[in-house]
């Protein structure tokens, strides 16, 4: 068994473990949304497999654009690398909410955010399979003991509880509804195109990868921000606001 | 000072965050025992030996701990304790408040867990509170004094609160 697959089960399981408790602290031990985190599993690999890599296989193939990623292409295709996956992922990640079942979860302010915290962490999860499939088909790593991919796995699970945030955001601008599903849906793609540009300029080899991952991380944070101030917003929509009781003040 | 007021020992109420700490400590310590198996001590590895390994044992002893956590009113004292880990003394008498409220997520790394917060926290809402409570965010009873606030999850709160206000003379 490959390394890289032995660290995958191991991250995997902490992350589903991790994403378990900070749901249930959010929901406050609500265990409705815990099914969501299968959900999205699978659509990593649907994604890239059936959309992504075809699309810009078919657009390099129609412009004669070779696919490594450098400054001789054109900046077009450079951009269109850059929102491949956010633009394709965040959609795919919302398609549950059309399902009745899970539109149900849906019906306030606080479900809107934990459905879409939930699938986008399904999502990241099943990318951390996936990825790690990816790594072992390279011979440079397949040899490689597990231990030597930690920055795989701490970069997983970062990026997972990244995936639930921005989904987050996206389905409650879908609970908002009328131009709040566009605005909601274009900050979660925005969010997730900027976390992908340090890694593309890195690529680009304009700049080194510690500018890349601290770019990415920044943007994370900045996801995790935003999505704690829907938090407050939607808790005092729905009363569910600190409940608090004075027993004694002076 | 002296009180004629006797010694009363509350428990918290019960959580399952021994589990979470306990875990985190496993494998912490998994990870280093099993980098000291595959790698010795003179591997690339002995800085990440050095990390994980105390800090399993000392996430493991906080989960051992668990259960020693309490609060005792000792005359006009109120005492948290987690074993030999922690010991916070709050006076009585410099109480300016006392609260039950739910508190949110602050970025900024601390000692909290789902069911276990310990030590100094930072909360969004109310800035940092000395935490000894089995919840890190929901049902949190704090009680501030002149200086410090201090966040406490008694598992029979009416009654606790009702004896710290009988100690305070309200």
Known sequence: ?250 | MTSNFEKKVYKPRPSAGWAWVGLLGLILLGIGLSLIIQTGFTGPYIVAILITVPTGIVFLTIAVCFPSMRYEIDGTRLILTYGPLLRYVINLEQVKSIKRRDLGIAIVSSFRFPGLALFSVPYPEVGSVKMCATAANSGILLIETESEKYGLTPADEKDFVAELQKRMGK
């Open chain 1, 1 to 250: 068994m490959s390394g890289v697959y032995r660290m995958a089960v191991i991250t995997i399981v902490l992350t589903a473990v991790l994403c378990i408790a900070f749901l249930n602290y959010l929901t406050h031990s609500s265990r409705r949304y815990y099914w969501l985190l299968l959900v999205a599993l699978p659509f990593s690999f649907i994604v890239n497999h059936w959309v992504k890599t075809p699309l810009v296989i078919a657009l390099a193939t129609w412009a004669g654009i070779p696919l490594k990623l450098s400054l001789t292409m054109p900046l077009w295709f450079i951009a269109v690398i850059l929102l491949n996956a956010p633009i394709f992922e965040e959609a795919i990640k919302l398609f549950p909410i059309a399902l009745p079942a899970s539109r149900k979860l849906m019906n306030d302010a606080p479900g809107s955010l934990w459905t879409g915290l939930a699938l986008g962490m399904s999502f990241g999860l099943g990318e951390a399979a996936y990825i790690a499939y990816g790594i072992a088909q390279s011979p440079e790593y397949n040899s490689l003991p597990w231990y030597v991919f930690t920055g795989y796995a701490m970069e997983r699970l970062i990026v997972t509880f990244a995936h639930g945030f921005m989904t987050a955001i996206a389905a409650y601008g879908f609970y908002k509804g009328g131009s709040n599903i566009l605005i909601g849906y274009l900050s979660a793609v925005g969010l997730h195109a900027l976390i992908n540009l340090g890694p593309v300029l890195m690529a680009l080899k304009l700049t080194p990868a510690s500018v890349s991952s601290a770019g990415s991380y920044a943007v994370i944070l900045a996801a995790f921000l935003l999505f704690q101030r829907h938090t407050r917003t939607a808790k005092k929509a729905s009363g569910q606001e600190t409940g608090e009781v004075i027993y004694f003040e002076r």
